[in-house]
């Protein structure tokens, strides 16, 4: 068997006194959806960090499509091809929808050192733009400015940015954040086409969504994988129930 | 004026509607104009103050690249303009007076000056920023105040105005005036195309969200390190036209106030338009030339005047044209 | 060695001048999150308002005192109507704003006390040396501002860290919206910490008077000085704005001292005397560049920020 597109061993991380994150351990073969879960202050936030390259970690190896990275900044893992999207909306708010995606494309095209030339009459850097746009159902606010998008369509354009990189792995902090209904439904939808064309990383507190998504789960617990496996197998899992879902079972009545 | 600058070069954006166009186009035309006025009237000290406004201009617009644009707040930029004008200054006295040779030595000393500072400084952020790059020019003020074969604290008179081996006669108060305008015009073509480019946008995308920068995979540092040095070496050229406009350079050129000048012209046009900075310029000098003829005391009304530009007009004079407000 | 000791009491002396003006200054900045480079200007009123009134009265102490009193009302009228307006906004309208009102300043100063500047005579008593250790005498007045310096800074300690005041400077410091929260009027906090900052500088202007001239200007060189301390103290810290100020006071006379001296083994003397002033100059941007670049937050950098 081949190894693992991402392939997390050991990664521990301590914030003074409190574990962060305690030899946390994850194998994600190319092509799958892989959620983590875990009550508030399980540490998936650190997770992120330390997946995206902000945060280092104090021990533990990551290796991403048969190279160690552990040591590796973020702009370096999004060249490798782990992009990312972020729990808080983080685009450049002054610019437009397309000239997001547009710079996004151009952060991968390689070429930023050009100086005289009008990077909006780029067709090389435009046409890949705009498509992502469409692809994602933002066509028509293509030329309005980030701070005039709704929260929804930020939601949308977030992951249209991270999908210009043109990731192998997509990294998705909590995606539904914030979100109502029908644009729950509408991404959920939008990252179900998704699958299978890539590997994604779905950290998310609706547990709706991570059901309908997602291949394999792993659920932390204070900074601890105390399960792993297919969805049938973690909803069964005592722990994760006793932990967890137990929680969420008794609330839901 | 939309014409002329496409000949030149300029990329017009969808957005330069007519009244955001008109403005700067009146503001050239009467820039290019002041010679004829000159000549009218057989007034000279026109040509000097304009000549001077647009000598600042530039040296404004290289800020707002890096301040406006860039989001880096540079608060050493007058620096730039005493090392261009030392240049100049220094290679006279030891008798090179050929242009061809002080010109490129002040633009090239200006640009490892500007490595050097972006370098150390670009670690920090915020107000460290803006009080490292003060330290690097105060350093260079105390430099220029030690050279006493250059006049020391006093300063130095240049003897001669650079020679262009007969293509333009600096001596030429129309000639001199003329070139300073050209060039300004250069530098308004140079810096709407840089920032247009690829790399003018990955530049405005670290201003806007450095985090983000680097999650789409780039390193802004070099990037902006670039940025730093190109606005170093246009500023070092303007301080080779001041020293050649002048006849004059002393420490006082890079004090922190003339720095803190800089910042104020680069605020008041307009930070992050392309326009901005000379709109600023010709506001602050001719206002401060205005109100010294009125008055004895001209900074008590330039002063509070600046004060309610910082509270009430936020985005500059150019947002009274319609440009887009600083969020 | 007594001459090292004498230049060395010297340093202190401009370090704790120093000290005054960051204190306040650092303290601006933590709280209000407001640069401030109108902050010289307080200094330069102190000077011209102690020479004013204790040739008015008589009397050094008295005009002391009431320009103590003038510079913190000054201080608070100008927060309320100038200053309250640029808080929350951008750090480059600070320094627009507030680069028009030293301009302001200079020149209000210009039209009321006129351009040739003043003096500020010490009261005959003050006019004596003491001797410290053997042999060394010191004048009288520079160790009497040392000694009420560190009173000050004594002070200043014991108001912000044990008196009510002093902990919603610090809570401020650290967290602007829960004092709001709390209840606590911000804007009359602002106002009294904005007026203390002001009676600081205003100290240290009317302390510095009598050693300098009183002249327009004379906040200009000294604030980016302070600016240096706070930067390299780190910003909002008063205990890194004190270490700061006596390694700053200490490089700068230190080096203007001994300099000459050194440079002249290798040089000869004229330019000896013309770089020794400037390369002492230059060493305290260097020492502040250095920091920087090591440490980017200051020696003492704010727990929060």
Not at chain 3, 80 to 106: C, E, K, M, Q, S
Not at chain 3, 127 to 139: R, S
Request: contains cysteine; charged residues 15%; neutral net charge.
């Amino acid at each position: 068997m081949s190894e693992p597109l991402l392939q997390v061993a050991g990664l521990t991380k301590r914030f003074g006194g409190v574990i962060a994150a305690e030899a946390i351990a994850l194998a994600i073969p190319a092509g799958e959806c892989h959620a983590v879960i875990g009550p508030n202050g399980a540490g998936k936030t650190t997770l992120v960090g330390l997946l995206a390259g902000e945060i280092a970690p104090e021990r533990g190896s990551i290796r991403f499509d048969g190279r160690d990275i552990t040591a590796l900044a973020v702009p370096g893992r999004s060249q490798l091809g782990l992009a990312r999207s972020f729990q808080i909306t983080s685009l450049f708010a002054d610019f437009t929808a397309l000239d997001n995606v547009a710079l996004a494309v151009q952060a991968h095209d390689g070429h930023s050192f050009r100086f005289l030339t009008d990077a909006r009459r780029d067709a090389a850097l435009r046409e890949p733009a705009r498509a992502a746009l469409e692809a994602i159902g933002l066509g028509s606010r293509a030329d309005a400015r980030v701070d005039k998008l709704s929260h929804g369509e930020q939601r949308q354009l977030e992951i249209a940015v991270a999908l210009a990189t043109k990731p192998r792995l997509l990294l998705l902090d909590e995606p539904m954040a914030g979100l109502g209904s029908d644009e729950s439904a509408r991404m959920v939808a939008m990252l179900r086409r998704l699958k299978g064309s890539l590997t994604m990383v779905l950290i998310e507190h609706d547990m709706a969504t991570v059901f309908a998504l997602a291949d394999r789960i792993t659920v932390l617990v204070y900074g601890r994988v105390i399960a792993s496996g297919d969805p049938a197998a973690v909803r069964a899992d005592a722990a994760v129930r006793e932990a967890y879902l137990g929680e969420q079972d008794a609330r839901h009545g | 004026m939309k014409a002329a600058l496409k000949v030149l070069g300029v990329p017009l954006p969808a957005c330069w509607l007519a009244p955001r166009a008109a403005l700067p186009a009146a503001v050239l035309a009467l820039l290019g104009l002041v010679p004829v006025y000159a000549a009218a009237t057989g007034d000279p000290f026109a040509l000097t103050l304009f000549g001077r406004i647009e000598i600042l201009s530039i040296a404004a617009i290289s800020l707002n690249l890096i301040m406006g644009y860039g989001g880096m707040a540079s608060f050493g930029h007058a620096a730039y303009l005493g090392i261009g004008g030392y240049a100049v200054g220094i290679l006279w006295k030891e008798g090179i007076t050929s242009g061809f040779v002080q010109w490129p030595a002040a633009i090239a000393v200006s640009a490892l000056f500007a490595l050097v500072v972006g370098a150390l400084s670009l670690r920090t952020r915020g107000v460290y920023f803006i009080m490292i790059t003060l330290a690097f020019a105060q350093m260079v003020y105390y430099v220029t105040q030690g050279l006493d074969r250059y006049g020391g604290d006093d300063g130095m008179t240049i003897g001669s105005r650079s020679g262009f081996a007969g293509l333009v006669d600096l001596n030429n108060a129309t000639q001199l005036y003329y070139l300073c305008f050209a060039l300004l015009l250069a530098s308004l073509v140079l810096v709407s195309r840089v920032v247009n480019s690829r790399f003018g946008l990955v530049i405005q995308g670290a201003r806007s969200n450095e985090r983000r920068m680097r999650a789409i995979g780039i390193s802004t540092f070099r990037y902006k390190l670039v940025c730093f040095v190109i606005a170093g070496a246009l500023c070092g050229l303007s301080g080779a036209l001041l020293a050649n406009h002048t006849n004059f350079i002393s420490p006082a050129m890079m004090y922190w106030t003339r720095s803190g000048d800089l910042m104020v012209m680069v605020i008041l046009g307009g930070l992050g338009s392309l326009f901005g900075p000379v709109l600023g310029t010709v506001t602050y000098l001719l206002l401060e030339e205005a109100l010294s003829r009125v008055t004895e005391y001209p900074g008590l009304f330039l002063g509070p005047g600046l004060l309610l530009v910082a509270i009430f007009l936020n985005g500059g004079i150019e947002s009274l044209f319609g440009a887009r407000r600083r969020e | 060695m007594l001459y090292f000791i004498e230049q060395c009491l010297n340093g202190v002396q401009l370090g704790m001048l120093l000290f005054l003006l960051a204190a306040g200054l650092t303290l601006i900045f933590g709280i209000m999150d407001l640069v401030n480079l109108a902050h010289g200007s307080l200094y330069m009123l102190g000077a011209y308002f102690a020479a004013t009134f204790a040739a008015a009265t008589d009397s050094f102490v008295l005009g002391a005192a009431l320009a103590l009193v003038a510079t913190a009302a000054c201080g608070m009228v100008l927060e309320v109507i100038a200053i309250r307006p640029l808080y929350g906004r951008p750090h480059l309208d600070h320094v627009l704003g507030t680069f028009g009102l030293l301009l302001f300043f200079n020149e209000l100063v210009r039209l009321i006390w006129g351009p040739a500047g003043m003096t500020l005579s010490l009261p005959s008593e003050m006019l004596t040396a003491v001797q410290i250790i053997p042999g060394l005498y010191y004048p009288l007045y520079r160790l009497v501002i040392i000694l009420v310096a560190l009173a000050v800074a004594a002070l200043l300690y014991v108001v912000v860290m044990r008196t009510r005041l002093g902990m919603l400077i610090r809570a401020g410091a650290s967290n602007r919206e829960m004092v709001g929260a709390l209840g606590v009027n911000i804007k009359l906090l602002y106002t009294l910490v904005f007026g203390l900052g002001a009676t600081l500088a205003g100290f240290a202007g009317l302390m510095q008077a009598p050693i300098l001239t009183v002249q327009i200007g004379m906040g200009e060189n000294i604030l980016i000085l302070a600016f240096v301390v706070i930067i390299i103290g780190g910003i909002g810290s008063i205990r890194g704005a004190f270490v700061a100020a006596v390694i700053v006071g200490l490089i700068d006379t230190l080096g203007r001292a001994f300099l000459p001296d050194v440079l002249h083994s290798v040089l000869s003397v004229n330019a000896a005397m013309t770089l020794a002033p400037a390369i002492s100059s230059m060493s305290i941007y260097m020492l502040m560049a250095a920091i920087l670049v090591f440490r980017p937050e200051g020696l003492f950098p704010a727990a929060s920020r």
